[in-house]
T-cell receptor
């Protein structure tokens, strides 16, 4: 398996523009997580899905952020309108709940987002 | 919610041992984890320990768990420059949700 795939890897856009980040989880995984990493706040969980259904979106900073998972192999995180304080590295992770032993989250390489 | 705390920085010389510490709050966690993040990359699982164990050794890595004090540590023996990275402690909660610490940046000086 190719692992968790995220696109784009880097995005630079002007404030006010819409930004869409994409994630393809590992095939067969039933959980998907979106995280944001900044120097100031560390790693923050934004939202996570189980079987494509959002379970907890309490980490989403404000209404400008939205996330969807239309099917088991694709999720998007959208920011509209974007602001400079949204600049961060955004990670997607997936995991499988059905195995024996320790659950593990597998992280994608991240999208480095810069809002100018 | 759950609170996982780590010191932010650690600097060691190549060849020395590194010890990264973590405290957590949820005594019901079944597993505790150490993840490693290299520059420009995502987090990768380094090792984990089951909550009913107090020690786990894996080559140069030793994990110690003190459940009474809710303290977890990662010892890296013979630290190399390639070990320079950010190390995250995590505990698992419900629904495969993990609670991560802020990460400890390990700097290994040659």
């Amino acid at each position: 398996d190719a692992g968790v795939i995220q696109s784009p890897r880097h995005e630079v856009t002007e404030m006010g523009q819409e930004v869409t980040l994409r994630c393809k989880p590992i095939s067969g995984h039933d959980y998907l997580f979106w995280y944001r990493q900044t120097m100031m706040r560390g790693l923050e969980l934004l939202i996570y899905f189980n079987n494509n259904v959002p379970i907890d979106d309490s980490g989403m900073p404000e209404d400008r952020f939205s996330a969807k998972m239309p099917n088991a192999s694709f999720s998007t995180l959208k920011i509209q309108p974007s602001e400079p304080r949204d600049s961060a590295v955004y990670f997607c992770a997936s995991s499988y709940s059905g195995g024996q032993g320790a659950p593990e989250q597998y992280f994608g390489p991240g999208t480095r987002l810069t809002i100018t | 919610g759950e609170d996982v705390e780590q010191s932010l920085f650690l600097s060691v010389r190549e060849g020395d041992s590194s010890v990264i510490n973590c405290t957590y709050t949820d005594s019901s966690s079944t597993y505790l984890y150490w993840y490693k993040q290299e520059p420009g990359a995502g987090l990768q699982l380094l090792t984990y320990i089951f909550s009913n164990m107090d020690m786990k050794q894996d080559q140069r890595l030793t994990v110690l768990l003190n459940k009474k004090d809710k303290h977890l540590s990662l010892r890296i023996a013979d630290t190399q420059t390639g070990d320079s990275a950010i190390y995250f402690c995590a505990e698992n909660g419900n629904f495969n949700k993990f609670y991560f610490g802020s990460g400890t940046k390990l700097n290994v000086k040659p």
